[in-house]
């Protein structure tokens, strides 16, 4: 297989694990797709890995010595400069709930154990990708919604917006087609692409987290849900 980051910036990516044979098949995996890899064997090593070795992005255990998996997550989105720090989970358990739990903890997406490499590569280049800083393309605006593309930042009247990659991604297709009725399958088509697969309900977890970074104290729900169909970006209601 091709070195697809060969030339450019090699993307750093973190592995949290605390499984020995585990880690070596990730980091011969990651390096083969032309990945620096890093690593940490528990939570709290993870946290100190990522302020020395400033990610791309963070592969995270939830079962972990010292700190749990979910604590370093929590702990990475309440510090500024990992607010928006890529996370995909690792998570043993089969429970859904589970894995909803990891998103709404603020993991960016999460992969359940065992799983197949291709597949685990695949939610990472995907995640990188809705993460990415992309070229120069402008501003996007809705009513008091302002995103400044070429900034990668997002403002509602006065307030900045402090939005995940992939809540980012799903406001800025929104911008790009306000009014418009989508459903879960065409929002993840969009924002998470046709290479993975996703649950449906992913997106609620997602749009639930969008509406709590938008939506300030008295300021109108400009995501409307619209019954048995999907989701708009449209303030007026009903
Ligand atoms: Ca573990």
Redesign the pocket.
């Known amino acids: 297989m091709a070195d697809a980051y060969a030339g450019a910036a090699r993307p750093t990516i973190l592995v949290v694990?605390?499984?020995a044979p585990l880690l070596t098949l990730l980091r011969y995996n990651l390096e083969k797709q032309g990945f620096n890899v890093e690593e940490a064997a528990d939570g709290q090593e993870a946290l100190m890995r990522v302020a020395e070795a400033k990610p791309d992005l963070v592969l995270l255990?939830w079962?972990?010595p010292a700190l749990s998996g979910i604590e370093v997550c929590r702990q990475l989105r309440r510090r500024p400069n990992t607010r928006d720090l890529p996370i995909i989970m690792v998570t043993?358990r089969t429970e859904d709930q589970d894995s909803v739990r990891a998103l709404d903890m603020g993991a960016d997406d999460y992969i359940t154990k065992p799983f197949v490499m291709d597949s685990l590569l695949a939610r990472i280049r995907a995640l990188l990708r809705r993460s990415a800083t992309v070229t120069a393309k402008g501003t996007l605006s809705y009513r008091d919604l302002t995103m400044d593309q070429d900034a990668h930042r997002v403002s509602r009247g006065p307030r900045a917006l402090h939005l995940g990659p992939t809540e980012y991604r799903l406001l800025e297709f929104f911008l790009q087609h306000p009014g418009r009725v989508f459903t879960r399958e065409q929002l993840l088509d969009a924002v998470w692409g046709r290479d993975i697969h996703v649950e449906p309900r992913t997106v609620d977890v997602h749009i639930r987290r969008l509406r709590k970074a938008v939506n300030g104290e008295g300021e109108i729900d400009i995501i409307r849900t619209v019954r048995s169909a999907g989701y708009a970006l449209d303030a007026e209601q009903g």
């Open positions: 694990e605390d499984e255990d079962m972990l043993a």
